[in-house]
């Protein structure tokens, strides 16, 4: 069973950042792959970005490509995502999410697991 816990949001101006972190617990492996999910009000919940939990293959969502940066410490069993010059279209909670084995990391309704959510603000 793996748990997640994400931190780090808050209410920014447009173009300021923030840095998400998402706790990990529980087993993992070369297979698992980490994304970062997010939800605005009224909308259907997509993804932002992904990286494989070993080798560190990565994939960003187009909208968020050249300003999000994600990443992960397994010293401190953490992922992490970078988010820079924020738009106020980026208001959204923000989810950490992993499962064993993708078809497709793209698809939330594959994801295994799910930490609570962190609410970011992007004011305009």
């Known amino acids: 069973q793996v748990q997640l816990g994400e931190s780090g949001g808050g209410l920014v101006q447009a173009g300021a950042s923030l840095r998400l972190s998402c706790a990990v617990s529980?087993?993992?492996?070369?297979?698992?792959?980490m994304g970062w999910f997010r939800q605005g009000l009224g909308k259907e919940r997509e993804f932002v970005a992904a990286?494989?939990?070993?080798?560190?293959?990565?994939s960003y969502a187009e909208s968020v490509k050249g300003r999000f940066t994600i990443s992960r410490d397994h010293a401190k069993n953490t992922l992490s995502l970078q988010m820079n010059a924020l738009k106020p279209a980026d208001t959204a909670v923000y989810y950490c999410?992993?499962?064993?084995?993708?078809?497709?990391?793209?698809?939330?309704?594959?994801?295994?697991?799910w930490g609570k959510g962190t609410l970011v603000t992007v004011s305009s």
């Open positions: 999410a992993a499962c064993p084995y993708c078809s497709d990391f793209k698809d939330p309704r594959l994801m295994d697991y």
């Open positions: 990286m494989t939990w070993v080798d560190g293959w990565i």
């Open positions: 529980g087993p993992t492996s070369s297979s698992y792959v």
